[in-house]
């Protein structure tokens, strides 16, 4: 925490001589690169955001796909842009405090290349099984996969990704074991999962909560403190039995370190002004989603303090870095 707190610190000690470029900002379209493929939460968080953020900054906002590595690819892409403001990442748990410990080498160091800017929204992540899968509830399918050793295989939208190890940390709590089978993202996974190539699926609920509604799949339970708005009427995992499994996904705005500091305010500034917003509040709740505002230095310590928390959960399961 306290290296991105500095890092912000530093950058906003830069922006004193900066009015002017804060009143001219933006003068061309900025980038939003979404470093998933599309059909996934992060895809829709970061296409509601840039469109909403257009009509407040009076710039277009491009979203751009950038996905593989678990979002590595997408975040090399932003850590390496030129630091202007124009270049931003749509920043996720899983890329920032997770994909760091379980990737080796990664081309960008996740606190010194970027420059926290917001947090924006928040989602449950919740545990979804396709609709031929004969479990019905969390105790059936941990009978079931412990019944049937290597039947079951799990999706996820890569290497590192949030549903990764979201699934690795239920395993590790339930003594279940799945097959990984990760892919380029949340949308494919999905559908392979509504398809039944394969049979678990440890998602966003914006990103299954229609087919949830239509029953083309099941949702077995939330990973969560409390039930979801969405769906009231299915479980917590510890509800279900599996304790200390708790995951919520977060997605928040970064620009590349060195960024201005009066840009980095402006865009802070219009991210929280968002996620106030009414209409952008009753959006996300149709989307099984939540605002949840926050300043950059806000950003800055959660990601600190998920990286110490997913440090202790890889360690304790023993999740093995590639």
């Given at each position: ?33 979404v ?6 939460t ?5 296409r ?10 009076g ?42 410990l ?5 081309p960008?160091d996740?606190?010194?290349?970027f ?8 989602v ?16 059936e ?27 690795e ?11 990984h ?8 996974a ?8 394969v ?32 769906i ?6 510890a ?29 802070q500034?219009?991210v ?23 300043t ?24 093995q870095?590639?």
């Amino acid at each position: 925490m306290l290296k991105y707190v500095a890092a912000v610190a530093a950058a906003m000690g830069l922006g004193l001589g900066g009015q002017a470029h804060a009143q001219s900002y933006p003068s061309k379209p900025i980038t939003m690169v979404v470093p998933f493929a599309p059909g996934g939460t992060v895809n829709l968080m970061g296409r509601l955001l840039a469109n909403r953020m257009s009509e407040m900054l009076g710039q277009t906002v491009i979203v751009e796909n950038k996905p593989g590595g678990g979002g590595s690819i997408g975040a090399n892409f932003v850590a390496k842009a030129p630091a202007d403001g124009y270049t931003l990442l749509l920043a996720t748990m899983g890329q920032q405090s997770i994909q760091p410990l379980l990737t080796k080498n990664l081309p960008y160091d996740a606190i010194k290349d970027f420059a926290p800017v917001a947090l924006f929204s928040t989602v449950p992540n919740v545990l979804a099984v396709s609709a031929d899968t004969p479990a019905r509830n969390v105790a059936e399918l941990v009978a079931y996969a412990k019944q049937n050793p290597g039947k079951l295989n799990m999706a996820s939208a890569g290497m590192g990704s949030v549903n990764h190890l979201t699934g690795e940390l239920f395993m590790y709590r339930s003594g279940a074991k799945f097959e990984h089978v990760p892919y380029r993202g949340a949308g494919p996974a999905t559908s392979d999962l509504l398809s039944g190539q394969v049979q678990v699926l440890f998602a966003n609920l914006p990103n299954v909560l229609a087919y949830i509604k239509s029953g083309k799949v099941r949702v077995l339970a939330v990973a969560s403190e409390q039930r979801s708005a969405a769906i009231p009427d299915v479980p917590t995992l510890a509800e279900a039995g599996v304790k200390d499994a708790v995951v919520e996904s977060w997605y928040g705005v970064m620009a590349p370190a060195g960024t201005p500091a009066d840009v980095i305010r402006k865009l802070q500034d219009t991210v929280i002004s968002l996620a106030k917003d009414e209409s952008m509040i009753a959006h996300l709740a149709e989307q099984g989603a939540v605002p949840f505002p926050g300043t950059s230095a806000d950003l800055a310590k959660l990601s600190n303090e998920e990286t110490e928390r997913w440090k202790r959960i890889i360690e304790s399961a023993d999740v093995q870095a590639n």
